[in-house]
């Protein structure tokens, strides 16, 4: 009892939870959409990608402030994403391919970039290397406040552009048929994406970022077959699951946040998989089964 | 041997051990499974580890093959579910492997030199400093000979099933119908594909065995349509790039397998742009080339076609020209002076005239385009 007590009142652990929280909600906003739009993975590369950038602002600026780093993550980000989307378009190379390509190379990149900062006397790079597996104990105040102002201009974006997304995820075609444009559409859902990584960048790094980003989605599309509705769920799981993460992991000494977080949420779709509405494995066993039931007592073809 | 030149070493018979599998899965499509198995073979080596207790056994690297499979297979199971689409399946169990093996690293082995830095990263630098010896001669560095067996291994593999490979990679129904099995040479593959990433492990790092495998195969994939070439051309750009790699990082003295990951990029999007048969800049100069060639042609078709009526003083005037064609002037104009200077006309009181060798490229160009101009 005292734990949880404390737990209330932990002022690090406030924090640590309310910006997984955000993180889950964006990520599962989003992710819902990448999740539909057969883009999963992009966000893994995107991660990667954006590794050059955050130490490419601190070689620059010398400042570590969130803003800037987030920046220069935004940047390489999005070059990164247009540098997959062009080979895949413009050439025979597969999508996975650019995917993984982009991915090793820029990571590699942001790598020679950190190891030659490491080299400059004096520099200030402790932490740096936080990005690569989140270090969502180190998240300050401020960084919850952009953190924040981030999420809220994405979900903005997302009511304000519901139906424009909702059309162009589904049906492409129709929607470049009755005058929308694809393409203007698919830069704006690929920007916010790149923003609401570089929001979880922070929290559990590059590398499980990617599982953020998918699972909830995937979860939440075993129980409904409605858009509003999955990414509702979505942003639940992703909710649930951060701030669960952060407790969990503060209970248990030694514990790394962002990994529990992954887990928590993995679980979640693997329960979903099995007892979804409907969908589910569970459901389709007792299903068949029913059905074989009656054809034995019928006797005939039901 | 100097360690410079153990570090190049490794470096290339890594990049050839990856480059003979990473054509295959490129054109298989298979590329972000190998980049989960990158991840997910730390499991393997954690979960061996706290068996051997040792970080030197040949069991990690079973270990590790064994989970890279394990990965395969739990994708294939949640991909079979038809639930999940394959590209999220491989998203939710890599992560969900990967975050098992940092748990358990940071709280039951941080202090033991298992750096979840040097897992990704590797660092090719401290390659000299793990010798190997037997009966206690030191006959160079350790990832020589485990990577150089690795590196026989495959080519023996791609020597042996070379037909096989290749038949279930373009056709796979046909594969079937052949009697061959297209799950054991997909297994097989990702076998080969965990252990190579296990050994290149320590050395290069995941990061730079994703890079390996699928860098250099898609630049030469850039460069050529025929398997052996591509092959060939693989293995050369790889060697190509951990020299060059090597050499910058030398100089600036940054990391290794960074610098190597991000100059296979590079010449990536080089050869991308430049390439001679499918380089994208070229085949765009290449369409704007070609539209000024079918004006030429158009204009030179439309003053044969008139050139023997009477209406030539109208159709063929070097003033209302561009009218007829519907061009605006100024391209009109260009064509012209290209038509001139080619000598396939020749103006008379501002009409158009074909000159011969003007009647000889109509003739070509009408064959060409398979029109009889009889």
Redesign the interface.
């Known amino acids: 009892m005292g734990t949880l007590q404390s737990l209330f009142s932990d002022y690090t652990l406030q924090i640590v939870s309310f910006g997984s929280a955000l993180l889950g909600l964006v990520s599962g906003i989003l992710g819902s959409f990448a999740?539909i739009r057969?883009?999963?993975?992009l966000?893994?590369a995107i991660s990667h990608s954006a590794l050059p950038g955050i130490a490419f602002v601190f070689l620059l600026t010398g400042s570590k402030k969130t803003e800037m780093l987030l920046l220069g993550a935004l940047l390489t980000g999005l070059i990164g994403t247009f540098?997959i989307i062009t080979?895949n378009k413009?050439?025979?190379?597969?999508f996975?391919?650019a995917?993984?390509?982009?991915?090793?190379?820029?990571?590699?990149?942001?790598?020679?970039?950190?190891?030659?900062i490491q080299?400059i006397p004096d520099a200030n790079q402790a932490g740096l290397?936080s990005f690569?597996?989140g270090q969502a104990s180190t998240l300050l105040f401020r960084d919850i406040v952009i953190m924040t102002i981030l999420s809220a201009a994405i979900l903005l974006i997302v009511v304000l552009f519901w139906k424009e997304f909702k059309l162009i995820s589904f049906d492409p075609l129709f929607g470049i048929t009755i005058g929308f444009s694809a393409t203007k559409i698919n830069i704006i859902i690929s920007f916010i994406t790149v923003v609401a990584i570089i929001i979880g960048l922070q929290s559990v790094g590059v590398?499980?970022m990617?599982?953020l980003?998918?699972?909830p989605?995937?979860a939440a599309?075993?129980w409904t077959n409605k858009l509003s509705i999955m990414i509702l769920l979505a942003s639940i799981f992703g909710i649930i699951s951060g701030v669960s993460g952060s407790i969990i992991s503060s209970l248990i000494p030694?514990?790394?946040t962002?990994?529990?977080i992954?887990?928590v949420i993995?679980l979640i779709?693997f329960i979903s998989?099995l007892f979804?509405r409907r969908?589910g494995?569970l459901w389709k066993h007792i299903k068949s089964k029913r059905y074989k039931a009656q054809i034995l007592k019928r006797g005939d073809l039901v | 041997m100097t360690p410079q030149i153990e570090i190049i070493l490794v470096a290339i018979i890594v990049s050839i051990s990856c480059s003979l599998l990473g054509v295959f899965l490129?054109l298989r499509?298979?590329?972000?499974m190998?980049?989960a198995i990158s991840?997910t073979i730390l499991l393997g080596i954690v979960l061996a580890f706290f068996v051997t207790k040792s970080l030197n056994s040949p069991l990690l690297i079973i270990g590790a093959a064994l989970l890279g499979l394990v990965t395969v297979y739990l994708t294939e199971i949640?991909k079979k579910?038809k639930?999940?689409?394959e590209?999220?399946s491989?998203?939710?169990v890599f992560?969900?492997l990967?975050?098992?093996a940092?748990?358990l690293i940071?709280?039951f082995a941080?202090d033991v030199h298992l750096d979840?830095?040097s897992v990704?990263?590797g660092e090719l630098a401290f390659v000299p400093f793990d010798r190997m010896l037997i009966g206690g001669v030191d006959i160079g560095a350790k990832s020589l000979y485990v990577m150089g067996t690795i590196m026989l291994i495959n080519i023996v593999f791609i020597l042996i099933f070379y037909k096989e490979l290749k038949i279930v990679t373009f056709d796979n129904a046909l594969a079937y119908v052949l009697g061959f099995s297209p799950v054991f040479i997909h297994y097989a593959l990702m076998t080969l594909v965990s252990v190579t990433a296990v050994g290149a492990f320590e050395a290069v790092g995941s990061?730079?065995v994703?890079?390996f495998?699928?860098?250099p195969p898609?630049t030469a994939?850039?460069i050529t349509s025929r398997l052996k070439h591509m092959i060939i051309f693989s293995i050369l750009i790889g060697v190509g790039d951990s020299i060059l790699g090597y050499i910058i990082?030398d100089y600036?003295?940054?990391?290794i397998?960074?610098?190597?990951?991000?100059i296979?990029?590079?010449v990536?999007?080089l050869v991308?742009l430049i390439s001679p048969r499918?380089g994208?800049l070229l085949n765009m100069y290449r369409r704007y080339k070609k539209r000024y060639d079918f004006a030429v042609m158009t204009l030179v078709f439309h003053i044969n076609n008139h050139e023997d009526t009477p209406k030539r003083i109208i159709e063929n005037n070097k003033l209302t020209l561009h009218e007829h064609l519907q061009w605006n002037k100024q391209f009109c104009n260009k064509i012209v002076d290209i038509a001139l200077n080619s000598e396939y006309i020749h103006s008379n009181n501002g009409i158009f005239y074909l000159t011969n060798k003007g009647k000889q490229y109509v003739n070509r160009s009408y064959k060409d385009i398979g029109y009889s101009n009889v």
């Open positions: 999740v057969k883009q999963s993975l966000g893994d540098i080979v413009y050439s025979k190379i597969s996975d391919s995917l993984g390509l982009t991915l090793s190379s820029f990571f590699g990149l942001g790598l020679v970039l950190l190891t030659y080299k290397e690569i597996f590398i499980l990617s599982a980003l998918i699972s989605g995937v599309r075993q030694n514990m790394p962002g990994p529990v992954v887990i993995s779709v998989l979804g969908r494995i | 490129v499509k298979m590329t972000m190998t980049d991840h949640i579910t639930l999940v689409s590209d999220s491989i998203g939710i992560p969900f990967f975050s098992i940092i748990i940071t709280k941080s979840i830095d990704l990263l990061i730079l994703i890079a495998i699928i860098g898609i994939y850039m990082a600036f003295d940054v990391s397998a960074g610098s190597i990951a991000s296979i990029g590079f990536f999007i991308f499918y994208v």
